[in-house]
């Protein structure tokens, strides 16, 4: 599965929905953006340790979902949060997801079932640009 690269979105809000699975989905977005989500069935969403972007725990697109996971539950809407990439690292992606530069990553899988997944890419409250 690719990831979902709304890197070039350049109107906001851009909202974005796909059809979930069970796997992980890599959604990235611009560093000067912020992502809501939302569905009608129970999601999971992790990101990549800044601390340790080897680690066995982190995600990867299309991988099967396993520890190191919060839930979105449904009905919910849910502002992704980067907190590596807040103040002075926010988007310095390589340092903080083993990433390269330039855009923020989330990943999302559904719990169960194949829903679809609502996203709205935002204006950040602080806007890096």
Known sequence: MAAID???VDVL???YEFTSA???QEVRIPT??????????DLWIAYKAAQDPASETNPADGGAVGTG????????VVDADFPAQHG?????????QGEADG?????????SG????????????????
């Open 88 to 96: 002075p690292q926010r988007g310095r992606v390589g340092n903080a």
């Open 114 to 129: 194949t829903p679809t997944v609502y996203l709205e890419v935002r204006q950040a409250a602080q806007d890096q640009r």
């Open 69 to 76: 996971k919060m839930p979105i539950y449904a009905n919910s």
């Open 22 to 24: 069970t796997t992980w």
């Open 6 to 8: 709304l890197t070039a």
């Open 13 to 15: 809000p851009w909202p």
């Open 103 to 111: 855009y923020l990553t989330v990943f999302l899988a559904a719990q």
């Open 32 to 41: 000067w953006c912020d992502l809501q989500i939302t569905s009608d069935t």
